[in-house]
């Protein structure tokens, strides 16, 4: 059975760092690209990131551009998102998700919250 | 950046209607277009994707169309569980923007 488990979120003051986990299992992780999205408190959904199936390529939104860095390693079947400078805007749920092809996302997991607050 | 408009943001409809959502692109793109459903604290589920393809386990009383800057996500007959948030998402080119939501309740 496929699944995604997040796991780092918490409180963090404003300019802080965080860095978040996702386990996958159920697939073969190395095979598929893997996204970042997240979503605010009432707010709808964003897309944060996006990394390729080898960890070559690295697509961001202008919103965490230079401030996120998505990366991945396949040998220990882990995807992560290392948050820095953070800002009270980047206080959402923050869902890692599996492509299916094409980079549609065909799995998210239940999420993880980072809320950033002095 | 392509950027993504939804009408409308807000529906009301009935069990048994017919509901069609509109997802507008601020430029021409291919069909990587894709359609999501998320219920209130729920992750989000893929409906479509390539613009037109149901997803695998998706009712086939969802389907979408279009092309190039217009498309639509259509229920044919609006269920009781079909009460949610719809979402566009584009993936022909970063950032793969989602649009706004469209939340159906009920009438």
């Known amino acids: 059975q496929l699944q995604l488990v997040e796991s780092g979120g918490g409180v963090v003051q404003p300019g802080g760092s965080l860095r978040l986990s996702c386990s996958p299992s159920?697939?073969?992780?190395?095979?598929?690209?893997m996204h970042w999205v997240r979503q605010a408190p009432g707010k709808g959904l964003e897309w944060v990131a996006l990394?390729?199936?080898?960890?070559?390529?690295?697509y961001y939104a202008d919103s965490v551009k230079g401030r996120f860095t998505i990366s991945r390693d396949n040998s220990k079947n882990m995807l992560y998102l290392q948050m820095s400078s953070l800002r009270a805007e980047d206080t959402a749920v923050y869902y890692c998700?599996?492509?299916?092809?094409?980079?549609?996302?065909?799995?998210w997991g239940q999420g993880t919250l980072v809320t950033v607050s002095s | 950046d392509i950027q993504l408009t939804q009408s409308p943001s807000f529906l009301s409809a009935s069990v048994g209607d017919r509901v069609t959502i509109t997802c507008r692109a601020s430029?021409?793109?291919?069909?990587?277009l894709a359609w999501y459903q998320q219920k209130p604290g729920k992750a989000p589920k893929l409906l479509i994707y390539?613009?037109?393809t149901l997803q695998s386990g998706v009712p086939s009383r969802f389907s979408g169309s279009g092309s190039g800057t217009e498309f639509t996500l259509t229920i044919s007959s609006l269920q009781p569980e079909d009460f949610a948030t719809y979402y566009c998402?584009?993936?022909?080119?970063?950032?793969?923007?989602f649009g706004p939501g469209t939340k159906v309740d009920i009438k």
């Open positions: 998700a599996k492509e299916r092809t094409g980079y549609y996302i065909d799995y």
């Open positions: 159920g697939f073969t992780f190395s095979n598929y690209a």
């Open positions: 990394i390729t199936y080898d960890g070559s390529s690295q």
């Open positions: 430029q021409g793109m291919s069909s990587y």
């Open positions: 390539a613009a037109s």
């Open positions: 998402q584009q993936l022909n080119s970063s950032p793969f923007t």
